[in-house]
């Protein structure tokens, strides 16, 4: 580590990106130096809208108990199906965006430098050429069975409906996400805990860092001893916590964070 490291959090200006990038080169000469936490905002200049955001966030028009929980499924499950469906459309339809780019080209550049872990769950990120994306709230176009399955539960065959079921025993499916109150899957947790102790820089990218555990990897990391970068046009939960601040849009400030020339 240098040893000009400012103490509290520095604003985005070119000094904090220089300061950033000698980070950077620290972290990229170590196995999994570089953790990545993305959230929402990493995909919304894809036209993806994120949650919290005042006017465009999902949140400003649905409340996040009736639309991601299970309870909320319970009660309406056709409302909560037919978002879903048209999410998964609209994700069908978008393309990754230069951050998502450029986080793929990086680890292509240092293979096994990086861990990239996503609270979303579009799947820009492996659309963009990201191997081994540690998706902590599950994929969007993927189901999985609301209850236990019984011996005829199949998902490639269910009867069709909003949403679709088992004809035998009248199980639901779902989308195969993470909603609130629901546990991450445990495997993939793991690893991302691991990834937060054992990196040297962790950049929190496009994240409001409202939403736990998720939220708490920048505090691991940075218990740990790395440096913890967040990125975001926007203040956020985490910025208290942070070694550096860079304020702007993802789409524009990970290419000239992570280009080599
Ligand atoms: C840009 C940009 C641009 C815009 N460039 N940036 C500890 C303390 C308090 C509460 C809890 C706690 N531990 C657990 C909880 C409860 C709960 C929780 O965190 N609640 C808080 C909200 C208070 N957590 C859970 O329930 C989790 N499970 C759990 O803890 O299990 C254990 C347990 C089991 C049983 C009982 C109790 C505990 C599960 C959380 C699941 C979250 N699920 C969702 C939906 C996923 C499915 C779906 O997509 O439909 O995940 S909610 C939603 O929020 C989604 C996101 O992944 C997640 C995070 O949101 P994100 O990505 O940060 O988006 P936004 O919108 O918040 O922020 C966008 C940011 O982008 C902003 O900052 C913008 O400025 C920025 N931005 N343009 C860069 N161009």
Redesign the pocket.
């Known amino acids: 580590m240098t040893n000009n490291i400012p103490t509290g959090p520095q604003a985005g200006c070119a000094t904090t990106m220089a300061l950033v990038r000698q980070w950077l080169a620290q972290a990229q000469g170590r196995h999994k130096g570089l953790a990545v936490l993305t ?4 995909s ?2 894809s036209g993806v809208p ?4 005042d006017s465009t ?1 999902y949140w400003a028009r649905f409340r ?1 108990e009736d ?2 929980s299970e309870a909320g499924y319970r009660r309406d499950p056709q409302h909560v199906w037919r978002w ?1 469906e048209y ?1 998964r459309e609209l994700v069908r339809n978008v393309q990754p965006n230069a ?1 998502h780019l450029a986080l793929a080209q990086w680890v292509q550049r240092h293979p096994a430098g990086m861990t990239l872990i996503t ?3 579009d799947g820009l990120h492996q659309k963009a050429g990201s191997p081994d994306v540690l998706c902590l ?2 994929e ?1 176009l993927k189901n999985r069975w609301l209850n236990h399955r019984c011996a005829q539960c199949d998902l490639a065959h269910p009867a069709a409906g909003e949403p679709p079921y088992c004809p035998a025993c009248g199980n639901l499916v779902r ?1 195969a ?8 899957p445990q495997g993939i947790w793991a690893e991302a805990e691991q990834a937060a102790q054992n990196c040297t820089l962790m950049l929190v ?10 939220a708490g990897l920048a505090q691991i990391a940075r218990q740990a001893g790395a440096r913890v970068v967040v ?4 203040p ?1 939960e985490l910025d208290a916590m942070a070694h550096a601040l860079l304020h702007g ?3 524009e400030l990970l290419p000239q964070l992570l280009c080599e020339d």
């Open positions: 959230g929402a905002g990493v919304a200049e994120t949650f919290r955001d966030g996040p639309m991601a879903y999410r951050g609270q979303n769950v709230h599950g969007l989308p996400v993470v909603w609130f109150g629901e546990s991450l990218v496009g994240t409001s860092g409202a939403v736990y555990p998720a990125i975001n046009p926007r956020t849009p993802s789409a």
